[in-house]
C-alpha cells in the first residue's frame, strides 16, 4: 500500500529525485501491460524472435534520442546501465584498470623493443606486475559513488589524489595542474555538485587531462536538464547520467564512452550492451529515461533562466533571516551554480530538526544528498568546504523542478519563518 501524501504537499527535494514526468510515464505505459497481451512490447531485446527483435528496435531507438539529447558522438556511445552509481562505479574503475594497462603495455613494448622489459601476463589482475603506480585524480566533493571507486582503486595499488576545492566550492585547473603527472591515466570530476549546486569549468579541465594524456570522466548526474549539455563540445571520454533525477524511473542510467575510450566492463554474463554492461535492459525503463530527456533537454536555456530567478529570491529572502546564511557564495544571476539549488546553513539548528519540522507544515527539503542522508556523520563537501561540524549539521538543501512558482515559494518562506522561529 503506498503511504498518501497530502495533495497540497510541496516537494523541494528535486536534487534527490524529481517526479515522474508526463511524458515518460506515457512512454512507459506500453511497456506496463501484464500477461501475454504485453508481450510484443516487453519481450526480452536480446532474443531473437520477433517480439524480440521489436523490443530491441525500440530500445536503440531510445538509445538514439538519448544520444541526441546528450550531444554524444554516435548512438553506441550509450551504455545502459542500472543506475548513475552503476554508471560512476564502472567509468571509475573500468576506464582506469584498462587504461593502466594499456598505459603498461605502451611502456614495456618501449622497453621490449630496447630489450629490457618482461611480458606481462594480461588476465592478470587489473594491477597486478605493472611496471608503474597508475594515478587517478577526482575531486574531495564528488559523489560517493565516484570516491568509493576511488577507494577501491587505492586498495588495488593505485594513487589517487583528492582535489580540494576553494573556498565557494569550484575545482580550479590550477589545482589539477599542480597534481597531474605523467602517471595519470584518469581524472573524475563532477559537473555539479548535488548539496552546493557548483558547476565546475569541465571543458577546461578536460583540456588538462589530454594535454597530459589522461582520460576524463564526469559525473554529469545533476547536470542534466538544469544547464546546457552537449557532450561533443564537454570534450569529455566518459559521463554519467540517472534518468530519476530528470522525471524519468529509477532503476536506470546511462554511461557515456566516447569511441575507443578504454574500457574493461565491470558486470559480466551475457554480454550485453556491446560487452560493455552485460544483464537483460531495462527496456521499459530505457524508454522513460529517453522520452524524460529529449522533454528536459528542449528548452533547457529558457527552463535555467526561469529557475534561476526563483533561485536567486530564495536566497535573498532566506539569507535575510537572522540565522540563515549562504552555503557558498551565489551571486544573483549566477550561471556557474545549478538554477535550481539553494543551499544555506541555518546558525543553531541541526538540518534533521528543520527537515521534520518543514515536513509537518507540508515542505519537503533535504540536508544533503539523499544518498547519506540516514549517516550521522557530517557531510564530507560541507568539510571539504572547511565548514565545522556545527555549521555542517546544519546544512538544508532546497531544490526544486520547472513549475516552482512564486506563490509557492512564499509559502515555503513563511512556513520557514514560522519553524526557525519556534
Known amino acids: 500500500m503506498v503511504a498518501a501524501v497530502p495533495s497540497d504537499y510541496v516537494y523541494l527535494d528535486h536534487a534527490a529525485t524529481a517526479p515522474l514526468s508526463a511524458a515518460a510515464a506515457a512512454a512507459m505505459e506500453p511497456y506496463l501491460v501484464a500477461g501475454s497481451a504485453g508481450i510484443a512490447q516487453a519481450a526480452n531485446p536480446n532474443s531473437l524472435h520477433g517480439p524480440g527483435r521489436a523490443a530491441f528496435a525500440a530500445m536503440e531507438r531510445a538509445r538514439s534520442a538519448l544520444a541526441r539529447a546528450l550531444g554524444a558522438g554516435r548512438p553506441d556511445e550509450i551504455v545502459f546501465t542500472g543506475s548513475a552509481t552503476e554508471a560512476d562505479d564502472a567509468a571509475v574503475l573500468g576506464i582506469a584498470w584498462q587504461a593502466a594497462l594499456e598505459r603498461d603495455r605502451e611502456r614495456r613494448q618501449r622497453r621490449n623493443d630496447a630489450g629490457t622489459a618482461p611480458r606481462r601476463d594480461e588476465d592478470a589482475a587489473p594491477v597486478a606486475g605493472l611496471s608503474f603506480a597508475p594515478h587517478v585524480i577526482t575531486s574531495a566533493i564528488e559523489h560517493d559513488a565516484v570516491l568509493a571507486p576511488c577507494k577501491r582503486l587505492e586498495r588495488e595499488g593505485f594513487r589517487v589524489t583528492y582535489l580540494m576545492p576553494d573556498a565557494d566550492g569550484f575545482v580550479t585547473v590550477r589545482a589539477l595542474e599542480a597534481a597531474i603527472d605523467e602517471d595519470t591515466v584518469l581524472v573524475s570530476v563532477q559537473m555539479a555538485n548535488s548539496e552546493i549546486g557548483t558547476i565546475q569549468p569541465i571543458e577546461q579541465l578536460a583540456a588538462v587531462a589530454h594535454d597530459h594524456g589522461a582520460l576524463f570522466h564526469s559525473d554529469c548526474v545533476q547536470a542534466l536538464g538544469k544547464v546546457p549539455l552537449h557532450l561533443g563540445e564537454l570534450g569529455v571520454d566518459a559521463a554519467s547520467f540517472s534518468a530519476h533525477k530528470i522525471g524519468g524511473p529509477k532503476g536506470v542510467g546511462a554511461l557515456y564512452l ?158 520557514f519563518a514560522k519553524v526557525i522561529a519556534h
Do not use: W
Open 258 to 415: 566516447k569511441a575507443r575510450t578504454p574500457f574493461r566492463p565491470l558486470v559480466l554474463g551475457g554480454g550485453q550492451e556491446q560487452g560493455r554492461r552485460s544483464g537483460t535492459q531495462n527496456l521499459c525503463g530505457i524508454v522513460g529515461f529517453a522520452a524524460a530527456a529529449a522533454e528536459v533537454c528542449e528548452g533547457v536555456e529558457d527552463a535555467q533562466a526561469q529557475m534561476m530567478v526563483q533561485r536567486d529570491r530564495l536566497y535573498e529572502r532566506l539569507c535575510a533571516m537572522a540565522p540563515v546564511q549562504s552555503t557558498v557564495d551565489v551571486p544573483p544571476g549566477s550561471r556557474d551554480h545549478l538554477p535550481n539549488i539553494v543551499a544555506v546553513l541555518v546558525d543553531g539548528f541541526e538540518s534533521e530538526t528543520l527537515i521534520l519540522r518543514l515536513d509537518a507544515l507540508g515542505y519537503g527539503v533535504a540536508g544533503g544528498s539523499a544518498c547519506s542522508s540516514h549517516s550521522l556523520a557530517p557531510s564530507h563537501v560541507q568539510r571539504a568546504l572547511g565548514k565545522n561540524d556545527d555549521e555542517a549539521h546544519s546544512a538544508l538543501r532546497i531544490s526544486f523542478g520547472r513549475s516552482l512558482d512564486r506563490a509557492t515559494a512564499d509559502g515555503f518562506l513563511a512556513a
